[in-house]
């Protein structure tokens, strides 16, 4: 049986296509069950429901804080069996509670070499520091802004003439690859067993 892949996504979705378009070859090791989002006009969601996958909506609105959510959000998760829980794309912070629930099967992916770079804007704050190598980052999910240890990392060089778009663009390629090998790698023996990951 494939592993269980549960994917948080809060915009297009590109990152998700490309693990869903990866579970179409049999050599796949994964299989995504459920895709949840906090946003309902999320692109994410719809296709998830192209591929007959379960979509479902968390809206913060719907609850009186920031604490009763990230129960609700960790409950919808849960009742999928998670083996790993992918954010992609997810704009929310999770509280340490929900982390705490899937320790060691939460990643992150992020248009950025860290430690360089974390939050929201790495693409447009690499340009403004006149970065010549920016790339992308797959990591651990801890309780910090994008402070879990990188599983691995792909590096995009900054061409002459590049703006926020155009270089997020190329870095989006590498992202969608190196996610869809990091998740191979990680539900593959013996990598499976490595420390922090518990299927």
């Known amino acids: 049986m494939p592993a269980r892949l549960v994917v948080l996504a809060s915009g297009a979705g590109t990152l998700l296509q490309a693990l869903l378009d990866a579970q179409t070859d049999p050599g796949f090791p994964g299989e995504v069950v459920a895709v949840v989002s906090e946003r309902a006009d999320a692109q994410a969601l719809v296709r998830a429901a192209r591929h007959g996958v379960t979509a479902e909506v968390v809206p913060m609105a719907d609850f009186e804080d920031r604490g009763a959510w990230n129960r609700a959000l960790a409950d919808t998760v849960a009742a999928h069996r998670p083996d ?49 190598i920016t790339g992308a980052s797959v990591l651990w999910v801890d309780e910090g802004v994008d402070t879990g240890a990188a599983i691995a990392q792909t590096e995009v060089p900054v061409l002459v003439g590049d703006d926020e778009s155009s270089l997020h663009e190329r870095i989006k390629v590498v992202e969608r690859e190196m996610l869809v090998h990091v998740v191979s790698e990680l539900l593959t023996p013996p990598r499976a067993s490595a420390p922090g990951f518990r299927a």
């Open 84 to 132: 790993l829980v992918v954010l992609a794309g997810f704009m929310k912070i999770l509280s340490p509670e929900f982390l705490r629930r899937f320790q060691g099967r939460i990643i992150n992916t992020h248009p950025g070499l860290l430690p360089a770079y974390p939050g929201a804007h790495a693409v447009r704050d690499a340009l403004e520091a006149g970065a010549s």
